[in-house]
C-alpha cells in the first residue's frame, strides 16, 4: 500500500518561496514517475510538476517554468516541489501523486498526464499580494 504525505504549505507573501515535501511508503519507486498537481478554490485540479524517479527528467506546466524546481532524494524516498516568486495564483491545495505505469512519460510529453494511481490528501499554500 503505498502511501503519500506531504508537508510544507503555509502562507507567504507574493515573490517568496515555499519548499513542499512528499514522503513516500509503502514500495519501491524506482520505476515510478512522480508528481504534483494544485486545486485553486472553485477551479479543477491541474498539472504542475512530474519528474521519472530512475533518471530525474522533469516536466512543467508553462506557468511553473522558471519558477518551480521538481526534485526527489531516492534515499529518503521523499518528493520535492522549490517554488520560487510565488504569485497569488498559485495559491491552492498541492497534491503529491505517484504513477507506477511504465508509459507515462508519453503522457507527460503530451501535456495529458491525469496524475498517477496514487494521492496524498494535499497541503495548502497560500500567497497572498
Known amino acids: 500500500q503505498v502511501q503519500l504525505v506531504e508537508s510544507g504549505g503555509g502562507l507567504v507573501q507574493a515573490g517568496g518561496s515555499l519548499r513542499l515535501s512528499c514522503a513516500a511508503s509503502g514500495r519501491t519507486f524506482s520505476s515510478y514517475a512522480m508528481g504534483w498537481f494544485r486545486q485553486a478554490p472553485g477551479k479543477e485540479r491541474e498539472f504542475v510538476a512530474a519528474i521519472i524517479w530512475s533518471d530525474s527528467t522533469t516536466y512543467y506546466t508553462d506557468s511553473v517554468k522558471g519558477r518551480f524546481t521538481i526534485s526527489r532524494d531516492a534515499a529518503k524516498n521523499t518528493l520535492y516541489l522549490q517554488m520560487n516568486s510565488l504569485k497569488p495564483e498559485d495559491t491552492a491545495v498541492y497534491y503529491c501523486?505517484?504513477?507506477?505505469?511504465?508509459?507515462?512519460?508519453?503522457?507527460?510529453?503530451?501535456?495529458?498526464?491525469?496524475?498517477?494511481?496514487?494521492w496524498g490528501k494535499g497541503t495548502l499554500v497560500t500567497v497572498s499580494s
Open positions: 501523486t505517484a504513477d507506477p505505469t511504465p508509459w507515462t512519460a508519453r503522457f507527460l510529453v503530451a501535456g495529458t498526464w491525469p496524475g498517477g494511481n496514487y
